[in-house]
């Protein structure tokens, strides 16, 4: 079946909310993929011109070819259908129908997703904050999460690579395209053993100005909270604070300088909330994290069983009770049991009040 969310993906005129929107209504990506203009038109608030538009566009696609290009070019992927698709990105208001990425994403840890975000001409005061910011937190096993553009972003990425920490880098375009060329290397480092670079756009996609903004929103999407070290009033940083915020996550600033116009963005978040951040312990104080050796998550989080996994992708982000957690997992009441005592046993998750679990 993965074929045809990668069909879909591949057509530069839909977007992943209309995926989304088709898929729910069928509950089959093939017969989502292959419906009649007739069946489209029952799906309400889709418009008959957007069904019109997909239909015509789906006769230009090969789709054995258009999924044989993914695999030829070494480019791993989630569908929303998987169970790896990382279950916070999962749940903000448009995730991407697929999730393309290079690099092992084994070795990143999506329950420890921190996201630095800022302005593409930082200044070195900015670059010089963050960079003591990420060393502090090495050793823990907190996962830096960027947009692998130039400014506070490269500096984000470069410094968690610095630091041992892992990395996932957001690019507003498919792998066949490096923007900016001057982070090829950065690229290469991400994929070969420093995390994971990832896009929702089909390999051939460019990066046209309109994906950067579109980005953002995974970004924030797959982090717990967003470290906003530059911003002006009208920039692609401010846009990921708002995001952030629209997605119920924790938003954190770096103060700069008055006189410097990049941080006028920045003072507006802090006066509307935010929270201010000087050093790593303020981050891990917003976000309630206590952090882990890395070597200690290696022992609590390897070899997980089919259906240990479930249960942790379900307790992602908040505790659940014993009957939420049957719901989700689908599976049955002894075998849940087991289950949750025997990853309790391994410390990976506690009873909480009543028949409620959380992750540790």
């Given at each position: 079946m993965?074929?045809?969310w990668?069909a879909?993906s591949s057509?530069e005129?839909i977007?992943s ?7 729910n ?8 993929y292959?419906a009649?203009l007739?069946?489209?038109?029952q799906i309400?608030?889709?418009?008959v ?5 997909f239909?015509?566009?789906r006769?230009?696609?090969d789709i054995?070819?258009?999924f044989d290009?993914?695999?030829k070019?070494?480019?791993?992927y ?10 916070l990105l ?14 092992n994403?084994s070795?990143?840890n999506f329950e420890?997703?921190?996201?630095i ?8 005061n ?8 990420v ?5 823990t096993d907190?996962c830096i999460?960027s947009g692998?553009a130039?400014?506070?972003?490269t ?7 610095k ?6 880098g957001v ?7 490096t ?5 090829k290397h950065?690229y290469?480092e ?13 390999p051939?996609?460019e990066?046209l100005k ?8 995974i970004?924030?999407g797959?982090?717990y909270g967003?470290?906003v070290?530059e ?5 692609g ?9 629209e ?6 600033c770096?103060?700069?300088l ?10 507006k ?11 790593a312990?303020d981050i891990?104080?917003a976000?309630?994290?206590e952090?882990?050796?890395v070597?200690?998550?290696?022992i ?11 249960i942790l992708n379900a307790?992602?982000v908040e505790e659940?009770?014993?009957d939420?957690?049957s719901s989700?997992?689908k599976?049955s009441t002894?075998e ?16 909480v009040?009543g028949d409620r679990?959380?992750?540790?």
């Open positions: 993965d074929k045809y990668i879909l057509i005129q977007d909310s209309f995926i989304q929107r088709i898929y209504y069928f509950g089959d990506i093939e017969t989502a292959n009649s007739t069946d489209l038109s309400e608030g889709l418009k011109k957007q069904a019109e538009n239909i015509e566009k006769k230009t696609v054995d070819k258009t290009e993914v695999l070019r070494g480019i791993n989630w569908t929303l259908e998987d169970v790896k698709y990382p279950q999962k749940e903000i208001s448009n995730p991407p129908a697929v999730l393309y990425y290079k690099g994403s070795i990143c420890k997703n921190l996201a975000v800022g302005s593409r001409k930082a200044s070195f900015a670059r010089e904050a963050v960079e003591k910011i060393s502090e937190l090495e050793g907190i999460v692998l130039s400014g506070i972003d500096s984000a990425h470069t410094s968690a690579l630091h041992h920490l892992k990395t996932i690019i507003a375009s498919g792998f066949d395209f923007y900016p060329a001057s982070n950065l290469e991400i994929e070969n053993g420093g995390g994971i670079v990832v896009s929702e756009y089909y051939t996609f990066p309109f994906r950067f903004p579109q980005r953002n929103r970004v924030s797959l982090s967003t470290l070290a911003a002006s009033l009208k920039s940083a401010l846009i990921t604070a708002n995001l952030t915020l997605q119920g996550r924790e938003l954190m770096i103060p700069g008055i006189s410097n116009p990049n941080t006028e963005g920045i003072y978040l802090l006066k509307n909330g935010a929270t201010l951040v000087t050093c312990d891990l104080e976000l309630n994290w952090v882990k050796p070597e200690q998550l290696k609590n989080l390897n070899n997980l069983s089919e259906d240990e996994q479930k307790l992602e659940k009770g014993f939420e957690l989700i997992t599976i002894n849940l049991l087991i289950n949750l005592t025997t990853m309790e046993l391994k410390g990976i998750i506690k009873q009040t679990y959380k992750r540790v």
